[in-house]
Nanobody, 123 residues
Framework: QVQLVESGGGLVQTGDSLRLSCAAS????????MGWFQQAPGKERVFVAA????????YSADSVKGRFSISRDNAKNTVYLQMNSLKPEGTAVYYC????????????????WGQGTQVTVSS
């Protein structure tokens, strides 16, 4: 069984920064792609960023390029999402996910999900 635990969410103001963490446990993650998704109230869960575990190749949604960055610490089995210049439309629950099949932007290709962490950006 794979467990993903997110942390680092909170209430911030427009323009602030936050760093989310996702601690993975339960199985070896050397071949997994790790992703972050956001789900705003009443909306679908959408792709934010992803990183391949071995090669460290990163991907991000156009809406966050230049502001958000994804990284990982293999020794700690942890993935991070650094969010800068936050905007009110960034208010959402942020989910960490792991894909065995190399899925990047497609949430249907992720096999394991965390419980999510709430980020609220006030204007």
């Amino acid at each position: 069984q794979v467990q993903l635990v997110e942390s680092g969410g909170g209430l911030v103001q427009t323009g602030d920064s936050l760093r989310l963490s996702c601690a993975a446990s339960g199985r070896a993650f050397s071949a997994y792609t790790m992703g972050w998704f956001q789900q705003a109230p009443g909306k679908e869960r959408v792709f934010v960023a992803a990183i391949t575990w071995l090669g460290g190749t990163t991907y991000s949604a156009d809406s966050v390029k230049g502001r958000f960055s994804i990284s990982r610490d293999n020794a700690k089995n942890t993935v991070y999402l650094q969010m800068n210049s936050l905007k009110p439309e960034g208010t959402a629950v942020y989910y960490c996910a792991a894909s065995k099949s190399g899925g990047v932007r497609e949430k249907g290709r992720y096999d394991y999900w965390g419980q999510g962490t709430q980020v609220t950006v006030s204007s």
